[in-house]
């Protein structure tokens, strides 16, 4: 295997009795790249995370760490480690021992071991808090002891197994930031499982997004939510209104609204019949003029840094996200709708 795919898993297969999970999943993660597997519960994400750790055995396939094949070697011999959803720390000692708990297994010098402790707990800003204990923390600086004690070792691969599934709104922003931003300092090749579409945005250099054990679509952030390749990814990655239309080769038809065709939307397609996709925050409200048709709005809802609102257009309700500064409340009564023409995606009939 080429050193530039660090983590390689080929025609991998796995089943639990007569349930196949993963039918003849490939996958291949570049050095010092963060990967995040995405996807409905059950899509078989977790289960690809613990091949990898040597949690689990494949039924057929290869796993490949660093150009080593690792399909049958056990966890404690893979140079991996994991970061849990559930913090598992030890309650009965100090965030100090817990951190160091791994290079104490490894027969290191007490004084070796204090020192990259102390370093470890530095990088998560848990600086002086060595002496403390798990009952005398909060939840978020638990899951730093969690990072620190992975970072500690040093490992080829991490492991996130929805470490952040346990801390409220603020703390997730938080954490994912501190993630990032170290496995970008220790250039440390990681793959993340998450069911959060944004904490996988905020996190991957490439998100993999599953369902029923097949990977359906992956890629950078931006691409996956500007360019679906199928009706459930247009619907997985974010709202979508969704209408049949029409692409003449030089402007984008819906219900008799022309929109002028942006070349990065219609790139490699041909002109003829699309479901034409069209995210929330692409309409926008207007006074009556060209090239905007009337609306109407059915529904209000501040939502706090935007308001959602529910319109009526040509007997189908479509869905806007607008922030403050773009609703205004004297458009409600009389609103006409017009549709930004990059933010669009085509879809064939068949997708």
């Not at 470890?120 to 909060?138: N, Y």
Request: charged content about 20%.
């Amino acid at each position: 295997m080429a050193n530039d795919n660090f983590v390689v898993l080929k025609n991998i297969c796995k089943r639990f009795g007569d349930n196949t999970v993963i039918g003849n999943l490939d996958l291949e993660i570049k050095k010092g790249s963060l990967v995040t597997l995405l996807g409905p519960s059950g899509c078989g994400k977790t289960t690809v995370l613990r091949l990898v750790a040597g949690l689990e055995k494949p039924t057929s396939g290869q796993i490949y760490i660093d150009g080593e094949d690792v399909t049958n070697t056990s966890i404690q011999h893979r140079d991996i480690c994991m970061v849990f959803q559930s913090y598992a720390l030890f309650p009965h000692m100090s965030l100090h021992d817990n951190v160091g708990y791994g290079l104490k297994m490894l027969k290191l010098p007490a004084a070796e071991i204090k020192q990259r402790v102390d370093e470890a707990l530095k990088l998560v800003d848990l600086e002086g808090f060595g002496d403390r204990f798990v009952d005398q923390i909060s939840g978020g600086q638990q899951q730093r002891v969690a990072l620190a004690r992975a970072l500690v070792l040093k490992p080829k691969v991490l492991l996130f197994d929805e470490p952040l599934s346990n801390l409220d709104a603020n703390l997730r922003r938080n954490m994912r930031e501190t993630i990032r931003e170290l496995q970008q300092k220790f250039n440390i090749t990681s793959l993340y499982v998450t069911h959060d579409q944004a904490e996988a945005f905020a996190v991957s250099d490439t998100v993999i997004v599953m369902k029923d054990g097949d990977i359906m679509q992956q890629g950078s952030p931006d691409e996956l939510y500007k360019t679906p390749r199928s009706m459930f990814m247009a619907n997985f990655m974010g709202d979508a209104n969704i209408f049949s239309g029409r692409y003449d080769g030089q402007q984008i038809e819906i219900n008799g609204y022309r929109i002028p065709a942006d070349p990065n939307v219609v790139a490699g397609k041909a002109a003829g019949d699309y479901q034409i996709g069209v995210r929330p925050e692409a309409i926008l409200l207007a006074h009556e003029g060209e090239p905007c048709q009337q609306c109407l709005v059915e529904s209000v809802v501040y939502m706090g840094s935007m308001y959602e609102v529910l319109v009526r257009w040509h007997d189908q309700e479509l869905l806007l996200q607008l922030n403050s500064s773009q609703f205004d409340a004297n458009l409600v009564d009389h609103a006409y709708l017009t549709i930004n023409p990059s933010n669009l995606f085509l879809l064939t009939k068949e997708g």
